[in-house]
C-alpha cells in the first residue's frame, strides 16, 4: 500500500475521533516530571515532546497485573470465569524503540508451542500508531539493533514521521491499513518527494544516536565471561530494586499468584516479576540458585544480550535506554555490556 | 486465542499419609473428555493448583502405564504444599499440564537400570521405576537405591513387595537407623559406592536432594559412568511450565520446556545456577 | 576539594586501613555521577564530587558490613550513616566517614538544607560555609489543611502509578530488613497485585517502619521512576517526630529512636482520655 500523509490538524482530528470509539494510550502528563502512556480524551492531553515515558507503552497490552480468571468452589467442582476481552485500543505516540519491543515479546509469547492467549488477545485488538524520533536522547541506542533507527517502523501499525510539516504515514500492516481505509477522510497520498523526505529524516536522526555497540562482539564476550571476575564488582553499586526491569520495553518475566475473595472465591492473576528480586528464583524449600546479588545482577545482562540471542537470534533490548535513565544509582546497560569480558 | 493458564478441574479421591510430612494423592479429573485425553509420560511435571493459595509445580508419581489417576507424592514444604496437606479426599482442585521432557526410555531398552533415589526425590523416579517394571521385557537388571533420612521417612512401602515381586533389586538405607530397620544405614552416595554397580550396558536415573546428587555423581563418575549414562530430574522454581514466565532460565534453557530430564553431559554445560 | 577526597581514598586503600572506598564517579552519561565502589588505591583518581552527586551512600554500609569501607558522605546524608551506626547495623570502627562540604547538588532537598555541617566525620573535604538556608514547612502545612478526602484523593492519585520496583526501599539507608514484609509469603502482607489500594498498603508500612529512623533524606524520592511525591510523606514524619517526640533522627549516634522507647507520659502527645 502506498504510502499517505496527514496533517498536523487532521491528525488531531483523527486521534480525537479515535478516543470516541477506542482506549486511546498516549504519553500523557501526570505531574511535573512524570509522562507516562495514560488513556487519551482529548488530543490537547498528548505529549508530544517526550521521547522517554516514564514507563512504557508495554504495559497497556501486557498488563502489570493481569486477571487469568476468576474462580468460585461449588459443591463437588469449580467454576471458572474469563474476563470478556477488552475494548479495542490504539497506543499513539510512543517511539520506535517501544513498537519494537513489542514485536520482541510476541515472539516470545508465541512460542515454545503454546500462544499465549491472555497477552496475544490484547495484542490483537490494539493498533500501534508510532512516531518517528527527530532529536533522539544521549541515552538512546536503538541503531545498534539489527534495523534499529529513530524512524523505523518494526512492530508499528503506523509509523508517522514529520516531513515538510506534515507527517508521511506508514502503513505497515494489515491492521494499520485497515485503521487508514476506515479514516481516509483524513489522509492524503504521499508523494516521492516525501518519502526521500523520510529517508532523509532517518538518516539525519540515525547520525545524531552517539553511541552504537557492537553486538556480535559482546555477545562473544558473555558467552565467555559466565565465571569471570567483572561480576564480582560490577553489580556492587546495583540496589536490586526493580526498576530497570519494570520500565524495559521487553522484559517480560512474570509470576502468577492468586488473591482470595473470599473462602471460595478469588482470581488467579500474572504480575510482572523482576530477576532483581531475591523472590524470583526462590524455591519453596528454602533452596535459592541465585542468592548473591551478583548472581541475579548478571542474569539481567547475559539473559538480554546472550541467552536470548541464542533462542530467538535477537537481544532482549531495543535501545530505548529507560533502564539507564530510571536507574538510581545510574547503571548504564551499555557499560555493563561493553565491559564484560 | 486460548487461555493456557486455565487448569482441568480436578478432585482428590485418596489421599495416603506416606510419612510425617509426605502425603500421596490421587486426583481424578472431572471431565471425562479430558481425563480421556490427557497423556503423559514419566518424567514430565504438572501444575498443581490449590484454590486459595496458588499454583506449584509436581511431578507425576506414577507412569502412563497406571494411569487411572494422576498421581503425586508431596512433601510440605511451602505455602501450596502446605495447604494441600489441609484438604482431605473429595476436595476441588486444578491442574495444568503435563509439561516437559521424559526419561527416554527408547534409548535405554535392553540396559540395566539403575535408580538412586533420596528423600522426597523418590517420588520423581517412581514413575519411571514402575513405568520400567511395566514394560519389565524391555529392560535387563533393574536395582533401586532409595534412602531417607531416618527410618521414619522412607515413603512407599506399600510398593516394595510388587517392585521386588517383578524382579526389582531394592536397597533401602537410612542416614540414621532404628531399632528394628534391617536395611542398610548411610547416606546414599556411600552405600552406591559400597554397591559398586558396573557401568557397562548400564544407565542411571537419579533425583535427590542437591547434596545427594552432587556425591552421586561423584561416585558414579569414580566408578567410571559416562555423563551420558546419567539422567536426573532438575528442579527450578516455575511458575508457568510453558516456557514463558522466565523464572527457569538457566543460559538460553528453559527448565520447564528443555527438561525437566536431563542427562548429566548436558548439566555439566550449564552453569551452577540450579 | 577531589584531588582531596582522592589522595584521602587512596591512602586509606594503600595502607588497608579499608577494603573499599564508596564514592562518586562520572557515568557513562555526560554531567551524571554515579556510586562507585573502589577497592585498588590506583582507582581513587575516579573519584569525584559534584552537583550531580545526589545519591545517599549510607545505604551501602549495611551491605558491607563484614568488611571496612570508607564512605563519601554530604552533611545530609552523615543522618543516614548515624542512624544506621546507633541500629547496629555497622560498627563505627568499621566505617571511615570521608565529609565533603556541600553547597548543594540536584535535589528538592537542598533549598532548605540545614544539615551540610559534617559534625562526626573522620575525614573534612572542604570548607564547611553557613548557607543560610532556612527550613520551610509550608508545603507540609499547606497538605496538613486538606480534608481526609482531598488527601485520600491526591494519595490515590499519585500510588495510582507505582509500579512496586522498590526503588524506594532499595534505597533507603534504613530500609535494610533482609526479610522485608512485602516479599514474605506465609503470612502475606501484600498481594502481588499492583494497583492503587496495595500499592498504598507497601508504602504505608514501610513509611510506619522507618517513622523516627528516617532523616528525611529524599533518597526514595529521588529513585522512583514515575515521580511519586514521598518527600510529602518524609518531611512529614520529620517534622511528627521533632513536634511529638522532640526527635531529630541521625543527630547523633547514641539516642534511641522514639518508638523504641516508651514513656508513660509523652509530653509531646495530648492524652484524649
Known sequence: ??????????????????????????????????????????????????????????????????????????????????????????????????????????????????????????????????????????????????????????????????????????????????????YSKYFSEAGEAETAAKAEFAKAAEAKIAKKLDLAAIKKNLDASFDSFYWDTVHLPCVKCGACTYVCPTCYCFDITEKKFGYLNGERNRTWDSCMSEMFTKMAGGHNPRTDTKRRFRQRFMHKFRYHVDNFKEELCTGCGRCIRRCPVGIDIRKVVEDAK | ????????????????????????????????????????????????????????????????????????????????????????????????????????????????????????????????????????????????????????????????????????????????????????VGFVPAVLKEMKPSRDNCTVITCGPPIMIKFVLKELTDLGFAPEQIVTTLEMKMKCGLGKCGRCNIQQLYVCKDGPVFDYAEIKKLPDEF | MEKEMQEIAKKLLAEKKVDWVIGYENSFEPGASRPVFINKPEDAVKLVFNKSCVNNLAVYLPKVKKQKAAVIAKGCDLRSVREIIKEHQILRENVVIIGVACEGVESSKCSTCRENKLDGADFTVGTVKDLGRKEDLSDIEKFEKLSSKEKEAFWNKEFERCIRCYACRNVCPVCYCPDCFANRLMPEYLNKVVNTAENKVFQQIRMQHVFGRCTDCRACEEACPVGIKLSLLTKKMSKDAKKLFNYESGKDTDSRPPLSTFKVDEEGIAEIM
Request: overall charge neutral; charged content about 25%; aromatic content about 12%.
Open chain 1, 1 to 182: 500500500m502506498p504510502n499517505k500523509l496527514i496533517t498536523q490538524e487532521n491528525l488531531k482530528a483523527l486521534v480525537n475521533e479515535l478516543a470516541a470509539s477506542y482506549d486511546v494510550f498516549a504519553p500523557k502528563r501526570e505531574n511535573e516530571n512524570t509522562v507516562s502512556f495514560g488513556k487519551l480524551q482529548a488530543f490537547e492531553e498528548y505529549v508530544s515532546g517526550v521521547l522517554l515515558t516514564n514507563t512504557t507503552a508495554k504495559d497497556k497490552v501486557y498488563l502489570q497485573s493481569e486477571q487469568l480468571f476468576q474462580y468460585e468452589l461449588k459443591k463437588d467442582t469449580v467454576e471458572f470465569k474469563e474476563k470478556a476481552p477488552g475494548k479495542e485500543a490504539v497506543i499513539f505516540g510512543g517511539r520506535p524503540c517501544d513498537a519494537r519491543g513489542f514485536d520482541v515479546i510476541d515472539k516470545l509469547f508465541n512460542w515454545s508451542g503454546y500462544e499465549d492467549g491472555p497477552y496475544t488477545g490484547g495484542r490483537k485488538n490494539t493498533t500501534i500508531i508510532t512516531v518517528s524520533c527527530e532529536k533522539p536522547e544521549t541515552t538512546c541506542f536503538c541503531t545498534s539493533f539489527a534495523g534499529g533507527s529513530p524512524a523505523d517502523g518494526k512492530g508499528s501499525d503506523i509509523l508517522l514521521t514529520p516531513v515538510s510539516g506534515k507527517f508521511l504515514a506508514e502503513l505497515l500492516t494489515e491492521r494499520g491499513e485497515k485503521l487508514a481505509a476506515k
Open chain 2, 1 to 184: 486465542m486460548s487461555n493456557i493458564y486455565i487448569p482441568h478441574k480436578a478432585r482428590i479421591a485418596s489421599i495416603k499419609q506416606e510419612t510425617a510430612d509426605i502425603k500421596s494423592f490421587q486426583f481424578e479429573l472431572l471431565d471425562p473428555e479430558v481425563r480421556k485425553n490427557f497423556k503423559w509420560k514419566s518424567g514430565q511435571f504438572l501444575i498443581l493448583s490449590v484454590f486459595g493459595v496458588g499454583e506449584a509445580t509436581f511431578t507425576f508419581a506414577n507412569p502412563q502405564t497406571r494411569s487411572e489417576y494422576v498421581e503425586c507424592s508431596i512433601k510440605k514444604t511451602g505455602l501450596v504444599t502446605e495447604a494441600l496437606h489441609d484438604l482431605e479426599v473429595g476436595d476441588i482442585v486444578a491442574i495444568r499440564g503435563p509439561y516437559g521432557n521424559w526419561f527416554p526410555f527408547e534409548k535405554f531398552k535392553g540396559q540395566n537400570l539403575l535408580f538412586v533415589g533420596g528423600g522426597i526425590g523418590i517420588a520423581a523416579i517412581r514413575s519411571p521405576i514402575e513405568y520400567s517394571l511395566d514394560t519389565r521385557n524391555d529392560f535387563k537388571d533393574i536395582t533401586i537405591l532409595y534412602g531417607g533420612r531416618s527410618p521414619l521417612d522412607i515413603c512407599y512401602f506399600d510398593k516394595f513387595d510388587e517392585w521386588q515381586g517383578k524382579k526389582a533389586n531394592l536397597v533401602l538405607t537410612a542416614d540414621k537407623g532404628s531399632e528394628g530397620w534391617k536395611h542398610k
